[in-house]
């Protein structure tokens, strides 16, 4: 009888925890979102605003907006992107693909790195006057190498996508291994035989039955590339400018720099929106029946 | 249609040796089998005919044409997977189009052949479903209309039996004869099970260690076995192999039993094989020895009677009716038309 109850109570640390660092913020900076919470004056939050935090976010600020828009396209390239390279490399890199498998331990050490030190690593190579690139433009392609990368809107938003791709590349290869791995032999041999080409093959068998992995791998990548923070913030800092501010760098500047805390709260939940399809998605793509 | 010649075929992987120097010619519309147990590389010698496999040496030849470097697609050949090999994503119908549609049949051609094709192995009515949603049996034959709905040159079927029910792959054999019998297509055709090999074949390559030990017609195999392992292979229950020696016309094994007249030189180290159908059950005393009974088998069509004397035991089969208890005596007498003489260290038949 005290069996039963004794599994609650070996479970508890890990909800107090959970709800500690977890639920009980979430629920708090839902709160904050409907306050006026300046961080720079006493009496920490102040007057009670209802959604005016929110309102403010879609009718006040273009800012805002702008950082919609730069997570909306970053999101678009980075997934797009990241995904074609993976499953291209996977496709090469898979059992009975063309390389070798010492590669694929090669291929983890971008993974290995924070995306912290990614930005950071980034920010070097692409310096104007020291940096690997214009070096090896300067060697290869002088016109190229009096570019100064970072400065220019477009071509800095270009090199977070660059760096947050090779940075990805290798967990999402991994996965789509995996998925190949599990793909039936037979069905693929049997394709062969019956008179596919190569490329037949990968359009008729071998990707019909990679959806289900393809789709976790999109929805994950999409829902890491929406909350991009660490690997901007380091590189570029959002700018030049807000050229590459994403909503968590937004969020991030609004709270922290302009002590704007139940502002920032209010498009940190305005974010959550999207992230609850993603998940739901993803939920329902990883855990459905088979 | 046409032959397909096999021309000093080895695989290796490694130092492993899958399939040894092997050398076989498939006659035109000829249906042959690959019958050996697991293991012994006949898998691996039909993944080469079909290209998914790439030989270590020697020459692979369909029809005319040395295929040695052509893509499976290329080969002009159906083959049936050992786990069918379905696609998982497409339709019954889709499945049995496929080789059509990505060879670039004609799209008004594609449709009556696979109607075709699907009421040869009696699957009309399963067209619109996929795969998951049908039983092993109907998954089989899905794999063999994919196979029939082209004309190819070759067929190559891997156990294809091997997943059904022991009633179920009795009816698929029958289906299976009937059909190659109407389709009129040379086909390789693999196998663990001796009686698939019996009932289907035109000829039989029995193989061990990735060698052919015997190619012959059914006939051939059961009653003229190259060697010990095909003697012992082929047939159920196998041949009794009794070792001993020949002394002045009679064969005697261990401990001096005297088993039967053998007309040969005297000789010792020899197997002598006698197949339990050639042992016939007497009453004690007026066979060529007797033995007690150590087990009485009834399978309802026959008894099985198996009997031991010192180490060696050896089983008769008997009529249905036959009646023993174990322990007690019993006479057996062999059938002198049908024996069989081996070298116990070679294996090889001695013939005289
Ligand atoms: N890719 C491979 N690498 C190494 N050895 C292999 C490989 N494929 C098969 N073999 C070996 O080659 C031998 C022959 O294999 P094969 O599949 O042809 O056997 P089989 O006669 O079809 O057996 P079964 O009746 O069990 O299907 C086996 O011993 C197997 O372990
Ligand atoms: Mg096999």
């Known amino acids: 009888m005290r069996d039963r109850h004794l599994k609650y109570l070996l479970v508890l640390p890990a909800v107090i925890v959970v709800f500690a660092t977890a639920i009980w913020p979430l629920v708090e900076s839902l709160r904050l979102s409907f306050y006026e919470g300046r961080l720079s004056r006493p009496a920490f939050p102040q007057s009670f605003l209802g959604v005016e935090n929110y309102t403010w976010a879609f009718l006040e600020e273009p800012a805002f907006w702008n950082s919609v828009w ?80 970072l400065s220019d809107p477009t071509l800095a938003f270009w090199v977070c996508i660059m760096a947050d791709v090779w940075g990805w590349i290798p967990f999402l290869t991994l996965v789509l291994i995996g998925g190949l791995a599990s793909i039936p032999r037979d069905t693929i041999e049997a394709a062969q035989v019956d008179g596919a080409s190569g490329w037949r093959v990968l359009k008729d068998v071998t990707l019909p039955q990679l959806v289900p992995v393809l789709a976790v791998v999109l929805i994950l990548k999409a829902i890491f590339s929406l909350k991009t923070f660490d690997q901007v913030y380091m590189l570029t800092n959002g700018g030049p400018g807000t050229a590459t501010q994403t909503l968590s760098h937004y969020v991030y500047f609004n709270g922290l720099k302009y002590s704007q805390i139940g502002y920032s709260a209010a498009v940190a939940w305005l974010m959550v929106i999207p992230m609850i399809f993603l998940t739901y998605a993803y939920a329902k793509f990883v855990f459905q029946k088979k | 249609m046409a032959k397909v010649v096999l021309t000093n075929l080895t695989k290796r992987w490694g130092d492993f040796v899958g399939v040894d120097n092997q050398s076989l010619e498939i006659h035109d519309k000829e249906f042959l089998v690959l019958l050996g147990p697991s293991g012994c590389g006949k898998t691996t010698t039909m993944r080469m005919i079909a290209g998914l496999e790439d030989p270590t040496a020697g020459e692979i030849r369909i029809g005319d044409r040395v295929v040695n470097d052509a893509l499976p697609k290329d080969r002009d050949i159906a083959m049936v997977f050992q786990n069918y090999g379905l696609y998982p994503h497409m339709t019954i119908y889709d499945n049995i189009a496929y080789p059509l549609k990505v060879r670039g049949t004609p799209k008004p051609e594609i449709e009556p052949r ?10 009309t009515e399963f067209l619109h479903r996929k795969p998951k949603a049908l039983s092993g049996g109907q998954r089989q034959r899905v794999a063999l209309a994919r196979a029939i709905v082209r004309h190819p040159q070759v067929f190559l079927m891997d156990e294809p ?53 015997q190619l012959g017609t059914p006939d051939e195999i059961y009653n003229d076995p190259a060697n010990l392992f095909v003697a012992g292979f082929i047939g159920s229950p196998a041949m009794n192999l009794i070792e001993g ?91 002198q038309k049908h024996l069989y003489l081996f070298d116990q260290s070679s294996g090889e038949r001695i013939r005289n």
């Open chain 2, 114 to 123: 696979v109607q075709k094709a699907a009421e040869q192995v009696e699957l």
């Open chain 2, 245 to 335: 020696r020949i002394e002045n016309g009679v064969f005697v094994t261990q401990g001096g039993f005297a088993v039967t007249k053998v007309e040969a030189p005297n000789r010792s180290g020899l197997v002598l094989g006698v197949r339990p159908e050639d042992l016939t059950i007497v009453e004690p005393g007026t066979g060529d020895f007797d033995v007690p009974v150590y087990a009485f088998e009834n399978t309802g069509e026959s008894v099985q009677i198996t009997g031991q004397f010192n180490r060696q035991r050896v089983i008769a089969k008997g009529d249905r009716y036959l009646k023993r208890e174990i322990e007690e005596m019993t006479g057996m007498s062999v059938d």
């Open chain 2, 161 to 213: 039996l091997s997943n059904l029910d022991a009633k179920l792959r009795v009816s698929m054999r029958a289906e299976l004869k009937h059909l190659s019998h109407m389709l009129q297509v040379t086909t390789v055709y693999v196998t663990h099970d001796q009686i698939e090999a019996m009932t289907l074949a035109d000829r039989v390559a029995v193989m061990k260690n990735g060698r052919i030990q």
């Open chain 1, 70 to 149: 730069v997570t909306a396209t970053y999101t678009f390239w980075t997934v797009l992107l990241t995904t074609l390279l993976a499953l291209g490399l996977a496709l090469l890199l898979a059992p009975g693909g063309r390389l070798r498998v010492t590669v694929q331990s090669l291929l983890i050490i971008p993974f290995a790195m924070s995306p912290a030190l990614i930005g950071v690593s980034f920010r070097f190579m692409f310096n104007p006057e020291f940096g690997l690139f214009d070096a090896f433009f300067g060697i290869v392609f002088p016109p190229l190498a009096t570019i100064s990368w």
